[in-house]
């Protein structure tokens, strides 16, 4: 997915990048160590965390999956995690 055109300071305040951050910071994992999963390049989970890209579906998919959270979750859908 192309790059959006807002700076980061905008993006990353969307559902998406803020949860994906949070995360990260609550489980102490790297931008490398999801980018091994999700099998991208760490510069392009910094991409996720700012807004200024995003997965695509199959992304979206391993990153719950890594976390352990559904999609809905990510994606500002649900405010639960998981579901039950």
Known sequence: MPRKKQPS???EKEVFPTRL??????RGI???MLGDYVGVRPQTISL?????SYPDVNGIRKISKYFEVCSD????????????
């Open 9 to 11: 300071s905008v993006t």
């Open 21 to 26: 951050r949070e995360l990260m910071k609550e």
């Open 30 to 32: 790297t931008q490398k």
């Open 48 to 52: 996720y965390t700012t807004g200024q």
């Open 73 to 84: 979750y990510l994606l500002g859908l649900s405010d639960a995690p998981t579901i039950d």
